[in-house]
């Protein structure tokens, strides 16, 4: 098995993509070790030290160092971590684990504004963040303001502002008036 590594715009988060999938559908985050219970790849990429987050996409995991930790300390364990994982035959999510869209549902008044603002996420934004390992979900909307969650390699990138607010705001302004603002929330 060969694991191919990338780098991504957050220092912090490597993406390394095992060449077979992760998930079959969406997306599963966990910002911490108690919240990798529910994946037995995460509980061991957890145990080799170092990290502060894993996050699946399809056909990809990005790990979050801690800011005291040298990649070149931790990337071996990791790469080892996720080689044994497969070996194991271990499935990457625990049977009860039900995928979500990633989305907030969101019902009232603002629904049609909220369907499409889901579609131009879905279809513009999530694949190019996927590109750089992470991800970007609807949160919410009120009165113009689109709160969206930045998962993955987004959470905690130095870059993740100017994509919100030059890319993400300005593409969903163009397309639907109602929108004045994007903001993140944290999960």
Not at 47 to 54: N, P, R
Not at 101 to 121: F, N, P, R, T, W
Not at 161 to 167: A, N, Q, S
Request: hydrophobic share 40%; with cysteine; aromatic share 6%.
């Amino acid at each position: 098995m060969f694991i191919q590594t990338e780098s991504t715009p957050n220092p912090a988060t490597l993406k390394f993509l095992p060449g077979q999938n992760v998930l079959e559908v969406g997306t599963a985050d966990f910002p911490s070790a108690e919240a990798a219970e529910a994946s037995p790849l995460a509980k061991r990429i957890f145990a080799t030290g170092g990290v502060t987050g894993v996050f699946f996409g399809i056909d990809f995991v990005t790990v979050t160092k801690a800011d005291d930790v040298e990649w070149d300390h931790i990337k071996p364990g990791i790469l080892g971590a996720i080689m044994e994982h497969y070996q194991s035959g271990q499935s990457v999510m625990a049977e009860d684990h039900k995928p979500a869209s990633g989305h907030a549902d969101h019902d009232g008044e603002d629904a049609e504004i909220v369907g499409q603002i889901k579609e131009l996420l879905d279809t513009r934004v999530r694949p190019a963040v996927a590109q750089d390992g992470g991800d970007i979900t609807f949160h919410g909307f009120d009165r113009g303001i689109v709160y969206l969650h930045m998962q993955g390699a987004c959470a905690g990138c130095p870059s993740s502002t100017l994509t919100l607010k030059m890319g993400i705001e300005n593409l969903l302004r163009h397309y639907i008036p109602e929108v004045v603002e994007v903001r993140p929330v944290a999960a």
